[in-house]
């Protein structure tokens, strides 16, 4: 069984300056080409989950692989509130030296 789930992406002041959140979604346009919104440092996408990867491992993996791709090392992934105070999964990056955080979290489930 496959289905979707929107994800909100927040980025801190490091990845908004690094271009993060515009990076991620022209990632996921060519290896997804899924239905977007970005504005600024924050992004909604629509991310599609599996019973093998599921609804809150699907975001985290393909934000990963993004990472990864994109030449970043992810320094760790721990449980955070969105600036909405929502439950939400931090992810700290780094690249040339910067370190950055980006906060995912479940919108909707479909």
């Known amino acids: 069984m496959q289905g979707f789930a929107i994800v909100k992406l927040e980025a801190d002041n490091v990845a908004v300056e690094e271009n993060v959140v515009q990076q991620f979604n022209e990632y996921m346009q060519r290896t997804e080409k899924t239905q977007s919104f970005v504005h600024d440092g924050e ?3 629509r991310m599609a989950y599996s019973e093998k990867v599921g609804m809150t491992s699907a975001p985290i993996e393909t934000f990963g692989n993004f990472l990864l791709s994109s030449g ?3 320094n760790g992934i721990s449980s955070a509130n ?8 931090m992810v700290s990056f780094e ?6 955080h980006v906060t995912l979290s479940t919108v909707r489930i479909y």
């Open 43 to 45: 992004g909604y996408f």
């Open 72 to 74: 970043y090392s992810v």
């Open 82 to 89: 969105t600036i909405d105070g929502e439950n939400g999964t």
């Open 95 to 100: 690249k040339g030296g910067k370190e950055a």
